[in-house]
């Protein structure tokens, strides 16, 4: 079982800056891949970026391309999404995720077993 806690978001203006953290607990983090998605109001949730177990793959969707950037710290359980040159559109709420044990990156929902609670990001035009 891994529970995960978001924190980070907050209000910011059309390109600014952002970094979310989600820190997991437990002792298998390093052996979850990990994932970041978004659901804006109305809207379903979608998927934003994903890593594996080592740090060492990654993949985003095309939107948040050049401008995210997802890293990992095993050491400190923890996963982040860097978020540059953000846009009004980038607005939602921030949900990171993680894999079962053993499995590589995703990008589907359903491929995740466990959830935060998540994080409001707001980008003001």
């Known amino acids: 079982q891994v529970q995960l806690v978001e924190s980070g978001g907050g209000l910011v203006q059309a390109g600014g800056s952002l970094r979310l953290s989600c820190a997991a607990s437990?002792?298998?983090?390093?052996?979850?891949?990990m994932g970041w998605f978004r659901q804006a109001p109305g809207k379903e949730r979608e998927f934003v970026a994903a890593?594996?177990?080592?740090?060492?793959?990654?993949y985003y969707t095309d939107s948040v391309k050049g401008r995210f950037t997802i890293s990992r710290d095993n050491a400190k359980n923890t996963v982040y999404l860097k978020m540059n040159s953000l846009k009004p559109e980038d607005t939602a709420v921030y949900y990171c995720?993680?894999?079962?044990?053993?499995?590589?990156?995703?990008?589907?929902?359903?491929?995740?077993?466990?959830w935060g609670q998540g994080t409001q990001v707001t980008v003001s035009s």
């Open positions: 890593i594996n177990r080592s740090g060492g793959s990654t």
């Open positions: 437990g002792r298998t983090f390093s052996s979850h891949a």
């Open positions: 995720a993680a894999r079962p044990t053993g499995y590589g990156l995703g990008y589907l929902i359903r491929e995740y077993d466990y």
